[in-house]
Nanobody
Framework: QVQLVESGGGLVQPGGSLKLSCTAS????????MGWYRQAPGKERELVAA???????NYADSMKERFIISRDRAKNTVNLQMNSLKPEDTAVYYC?????????WGQGTQVTVSS
């Protein structure tokens, strides 16, 4: 079992930055893959970025130049630094973890990009 707690969402102006954090209830090195998905109103949930236990990263094409996923071993945390935010980045962002065949989700955090 893995519990995931997200933080860092909020309201930001276009062009601004936000950092999301996801803290896991166990060592992140025992989790095969951790990452972030997002879901905008009326749209399907989509991958934003992911990082494996070995440190390999994967990004959605539209975000790879603006977002950075990283991890903090001591805090069992995976972070998502989001830069140059656009109104179309507005969504609920969900932390996700995969352990073997099991998948876990956080409760989600709202990110709103608006002037």
């Amino acid at each position: 079992q893995v519990q995931l707690v997200e933080s860092g969402g909020g309201l930001v102006q276009p062009g601004g930055s936000l950092k999301l954090s996801c803290t896991a209830s166990r060592s992140i090195f025992t989790i095969n893959v951790m990452g972030w998905y997002r879901q905008a109103p009326g749209k399907e949930r989509e991958l934003v970025a992911a990082i494996t236990s070995a440190g390999s990263t994967n990004y959605a094409d539209s975000m790879k130049e603006r977002f950075i996923i990283s991890r903090d071993r001591a805090k069992n945390t995976v972070n998502l630094q989001m830069n140059s935010l656009k109104p179309e980045d507005t969504a609920v962002y969900y932390c996700h973890a995969t352990v073997g065949i099991s998948r876990y989700w956080g409760q989600g955090t709202q990110v709103t990009v608006s002037s």
